[in-house]
C-alpha cells in the first residue's frame, strides 16, 4: 500500500525536486500569491490549477523514470519528478 498524504510545497515561483512512488497520489500546496498548475510535459499528470485557498492533486505514473513538468501559467517554472 503506497503512503498516504504526501504533500509538495511551491514556493518562490520555484519547484524544487520531487521523488515519490510509483502510484503515489500527491497534494500540492501553493504558498505564493498566484496560481500555478503542475503539468507533465508529455501529458501523464496535470493538476489543473491550483492556489494558495485550494490545494491541487496528481497521481504519479505507475512506470518509474523521470518526468518533466512546468507551470502552464509560469512558462519559466520548470520542475522534473522521480518515480521510483
Ligand atoms: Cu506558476
Known amino acids: ?9 511551491v514556493a518562490d515561483y520555484a519547484f524544487a525536486p520531487l521523488t515519490v ?3 503515489q497520489e500527491v497534494e500540492v500546496v501553493d504558498s ?5 498548475t503542475l503539468t507533465a510535459i508529455d501529458g501523464s499528470f496535470d493538476t489543473g ?17 523521470t ?3 512546468v507551470c502552464e501559467i509560469h512558462p519559466s517554472m520548470t520542475g522534473t519528478l522521480t518515480v521510483q
Open 1 to 9: 500500500m503506497l503512503p498516504e498524504g504526501v504533500a509538495y510545497t
Open 21 to 23: 512512488a510509483p502510484g
Open 32 to 36: 505564493d500569491a498566484e496560481a500555478h
Open 49 to 65: 490549477s491550483f492556489d494558495n485557498s485550494s490545494p491541487g492533486t496528481f497521481t504519479a505514473p505507475d512506470k518509474p523514470g
Open 67 to 69: 518526468y518533466d513538468f
